[in-house]
């Protein structure tokens, strides 16, 4: 693949420019370096006209065979990983060598999805009748994926979706559209034309698709205010949804943890991608027997951690991915100062036009302060003192988010008890960040609507069918 500074978007399996473009922003700098496609209501028209042509022969294709195609997706990604690292890191801001991660894991899931099959549920088998649902797909898919990990959260709707036998049409966020449509390029070749149909455009496009007739069903990643948007739009025709929305997810510490084992794993179970993760961390409740020592050992990492251009040398954490959420993130970091919180700034940030925030470790905020009570998605961090179990369980449930959360202790099953009781879909124990291919993935109250991968993730690409034989 040429990863020259031409993007276009892929319609029914060809290259489409557009009557106009929108910028695309280098948020290491502020400059616009380069622009895509946007795409118009009739080029919307033509990919879904496409998509649901196609869905009529990909919907018969044998799941074998559409699974060798994933494949030789995964394998195309793979191949390009390293020379679309340096676009990823331009457009979204992280360090090469994570952007790089990023597109080898998305190439890996391929390979991983390609292995799954649905089930098929035998309810009765006599010389009377055979009763078996099996799964069917469900049709065009709408797609629809934020800026902060745009490969990964992508290739998460397009495996699972195409396996099944739906087609679809994606967009990326116009903050990262340039990647995206790159991997429509790459594999413009693999699948028939119009069952994966790429497009790009502004901020009048994602409303034009939830909003369009064409479409079966919408998986959505992004915030829980437009995911309330979304489902407003697919309630007219009642289309089958997914909802992937936002988190304030809590880590608990308990006062028995060895602090230098655990402070780098918090760290960057907070601060990684510049914390602009659903599941990063976002409130820290610790033991008030180990709070002065990890907020000591997380300071003094902040302190040593480079933030700056991803294309550098050294860079650990890059800047903020876009205006809008940059100023948004220093809205909090204002508000926390008029409120004369206690502020613990990590290393020097780069002058000029990027979007830096300097990483910040709030030092135990009142629980009713902004910083603890929305979802910050940049690298402030508010830690919070306890030094009653049941009273800080309440304290991580009392959010309307339900993503993720982790518990850190030496004792496992008191973690695991505790992890029981937090109303989140994903927990983990003395780890962080860990997603899976095979494992479900969904967030419990307003974080989400339903779930992406593992076989569930599946399956709500796909519709139950019960077929009833009688025999003789
Ligand atoms: P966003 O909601 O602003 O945008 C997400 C996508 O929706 C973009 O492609 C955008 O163009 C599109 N969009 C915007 N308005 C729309 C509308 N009215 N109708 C249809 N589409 C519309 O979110 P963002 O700022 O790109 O992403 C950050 C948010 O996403 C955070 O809240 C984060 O927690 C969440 N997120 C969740 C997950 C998850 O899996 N649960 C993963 C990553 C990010």
């Keep these: 693949m040429n990863l020259n500074d031409n993007y276009e978007m892929t319609i029914d399996g060809k290259g489409v420019t557009a009557p106009s473009m929108i910028d695309v922003v280098n948020p290491a700098n502020g400059d616009v370096f380069s622009q895509a496609p946007d795409c118009t209501k009739e080029q919307l028209d033509a990919a879904v006209e496409s998509s649901r042509k196609a869905f009529k022969t990909w919907r018969k294709v044998p799941i074998e065979e559409r699974a060798a195609l994933l494949k030789k997706a995964g394998d195309a990604l793979l191949a390009q990983a390293s020379d679309m690292a340096r676009l990823f890191t331009r457009e979204q801001g992280r360090p090469v060598e994570a952007a790089e991660q990023e597109i080898m894991g998305a190439g890996q899931w391929l390979h991983a999805v390609a292995q799954m099959r649905p089930p098929v549920h035998v309810s009765e088998d006599s010389d009377a009748q055979h009763i078996e649902t099996r799964y069917v797909p469900l049709g065009v898919i709408c797609a629809i994926a934020p800026w902060n990990f745009p490969v990964n959260l ?72 437009t995911g309330k948007s979304v489902m407003e739009s697919a309630s007219k025709d009642l289309k089958r949804l997914t909802l992937e929305l936002g988190g304030n997810d809590a880590a ?28 990063a961390t976002k409130r820290l409740y610790v033991h008030e027997d180990v709070y002065d020592q990890l907020r000591d050992s997380l300071a003094a990492i902040a302190k040593g951690v480079k933030v700056g251009d991803g294309t550098e040398q050294g860079t650990v954490l890059g800047p903020i991915q876009n205006k809008r959420q940059y100023d948004r993130v220093m809205n909090l970091l204002d508000d926390a100062k008029a409120n004369d919180l206690q502020l613990i700034e990590g290393a020097d940030i780069p002058e000029g036009g990027g979007y830096f925030v ?89 974080s989400g609507f339903g779930s992406e991968n593992g076989m569930e993730g599946l399956l709500e690409f796909m519709a139950p069918q019960s077929v009833y034989v009688a025999k003789a």
């Design 252 to 279: 608990i510490v308990l006062p028995d943890v060895d602090v230098n084992e655990v402070a780098q794993k918090i760290f960057f179970g907070a601060f990684f991608n510049t914390a602009q993760i659903c599941v």
């Design 154 to 225: 992508a290739v998460w709707k397009i495996a699972p979706a195409l396996l099944a036998g739906n087609t679809m049409v994606l967009k990326p966020s116009p903050f990262t559209p340039l990647c995206t449509l790159k991997m429509g390029e790459l594999f413009r070749d693999i699948f028939p034309p119009g069952v994966l149909n790429i497009i790009s455009g502004g901020d009048s496009l994602g409303p034009l698709m939830t909003a369009h007739e064409g479409f079966d069903k919408i998986s959505f990643t992004g915030s829980t205010a």
């Design 358 to 446: 300097p990483v910040t470790i709030v030092d135990n905020p009142p629980e009713d302060s902004r910083v603890v009570q929305e979802e910050a998605f940049g690298p402030i961090l508010p830690m919070l003192k306890f030094d009653d179990i049941d009273d800080v369980i309440e304290r991580a449930n009392d959010t309307d988010y339900g993503l993720a959360g982790a518990v850190w202790s030496k004792d496992t099953d008191k973690a695991v008890e505790i992890a029981h009781q937090l109303e989140t879909g994903t927990v983990w124990i003395n780890q962080n960040l860990n997603l899976r291919p095979d494992t479900t993935f969904g967030g419990h109250k307003q």
